[in-house]
């Protein structure tokens, strides 16, 4: 993308953009988007429903985020100065919240008392259940029967919330199955239910909507950097899953040419392994949940099996912006390994005492791979999305420790 191709207006009416994203569901769904669609344009020029929305970021979720200068790590560096966007220190943790605040207010708006959602790691669904008791919803999440069982101690959360937690024993009993039984679900319940999607994915508005809630990230960063480094950032990084937390803190930095965006996947065991989850970096272009994007899959169009060490990012697809921010040259995409991510982890406990999640880490890996290359007075923000709690038990067992 060039500067003259600014300012940036995608995605189109129909949710395209560029030649990603779109709308592909069955015709049952057409009208609950087309309902969705319409609330939510309503609701960006209502001031109620803002005024709400941020209330709650405000006394529900602690915002604004700070922003942290990791001078220890930057020194040790010796090279750019590294800054976090703190999405940790959230109510419950991470970025996520950010997006079902505003999906239940929504919810709530087109008068529908129960949500759905699905999860793989189990971080989307407890962010789900959150905003459920909050707002007093019937909660129900799909699981694959092989995340509940690996991520028994989110079940446990969600449960203790309130939320009915459904497992799918078909498929090969992950994500992707459980994002099938969540559209039935919404195709059979569709007058009083309403589908909380976690990431900037599916069919049009999900994509802009997840997007636009999370860019309350971006805009706090646009006055607190000048605040806090006296400038800009020269890049932005965040890790890739589905890409919400990056689109969150890419979307204002968009139209400033001169701040460079880098979303990082998870490369796994390495690309060259095929055990990874890097769709930009090594996928193709294809459908999934409902919108047109790159895609982990086969010759004959079947899903790969992902792998990551952190379960949020191992997702087969990617959002269909980040499609386009790559095909554009807007941002660029790095994959980071499981060992790499660890590394960075364990220096960022020990030098900056934060915990971040897996997830984050990987962003953190390429900021400490990056700062070196550059001057001193160089700045790199990274989108510190969440804290590394959840993971203890999957970094002790990397640590061949059990907990
Ligand atoms: C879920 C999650 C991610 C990945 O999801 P995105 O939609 O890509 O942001 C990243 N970091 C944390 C902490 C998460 O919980």
Same mark, same amino acid.
């Given at each position: ?119 793989? !790691? @189990?971080?989307? =669904?407890? +962010? #789900?259940?959150?905003? /459920? *008791? ?131 996947? !998870? @490369?796994?065991? =390495?690309? +060259? #392994?095929?055990?990874? /989850? *890097? ?125």
């Amino acid at each position: 993308m060039k500067p003259n191709d600014l300012p940036y207006n995608y995605p189109d009416a129909s949710g395209h953009f560029g030649p990603y994203g779109g709308s592909f569901v069955s015709e049952t769904l057409v009208f609950a988007l087309d309902a969705l669609k319409e609330a939510y344009e309503k609701s960006k020029t209502d001031p109620e429903f803002q005024r709400e929305f941020h209330h709650e970021l405000k006394h529900f979720v602690g915002r604004p985020s700070p922003i942290y200068h990791a001078r220890r790590w930057s020194e040790q560096l010796g090279g750019a100065q590294i800054y976090f966007k703190r999405e940790d220190l959230n109510h419950t943790g991470a970025h996520k919240v950010n997006n079902t605040i505003g999906q239940a207010l929504l919810a709530k708006r087109m008068g529908k008392p129960r949500v759905i959602a699905e999860t793989g !790691a @189990g971080q989307h =669904g407890v +962010a #789900t259940a959150t905003v /459920a *008791a909050r707002f007093g919803m019937q909660c129900v999440v799909y699981m694959g029967a092989t995340d509940v069982t690996r991520q028994a101690a989110n079940v446990y959360r969600m449960k203790l919330l309130g939320a009915e937690v459904v497992p799918v024993h078909s498929g090969s009993k992950t994500l992707k199955d459980a994002l099938n039984e969540a559209m039935r679900d919404w195709v059979t319940n569709v007058e009083d239910t309403f589908y909380i999607i976690g990431t900037v994915a599916g069919p049009h508005p999900y994509p802009s909507m997840v997007r636009d809630f999370n860019s309350v990230v971006g805009k706090e960063c646009l006055w607190q950097m000048p605040e806090i480094a006296g400038r800009q950032p020269d890049f932005v990084l965040a890790c890739v899953g589905g890409g919400s937390n990056a689109m969150g803190i890419f979307y204002d930095y968009i139209d400033k040419p001169g701040v460079s965006l880098v979303g990082v996947e !998870a @490369g796994g065991e =390495g690309l +060259a #392994t095929g055990h990874h /989850a *890097a769709s930009l970096s090594a996928g193709t272009p294809g459908v999934l949940h409902g919108n047109r994007t790159y895609l982990l899959q086969d010759a004959n169009g079947q899903i790969i099996e992902t792998h990551s060490i952190s379960a949020g990012l191992d997702y087969p697809g990617v959002g269909p912006e980040h499609a386009w921010l790559k095909d554009s040259g807007r941002a660029c995409y790095v994959p980071v390994n499981d060992s790499e991510a660890l590394d960075a982890f364990h220096t960022c406990c020990r030098i900056e005492g934060i915990i971040p999640a897996l997830e984050t880490s990987h962003a953190l890996a390429y900021a400490a791979k990056l700062a070196p290359q550059l001057d001193k007075d160089q700045i790199i923000l990274v989108n510190l999305s969440g804290r590394g709690d959840k993971d203890m038990h999957t970094v002790a067992q990397a640590s061949g420790l059990t907990l």
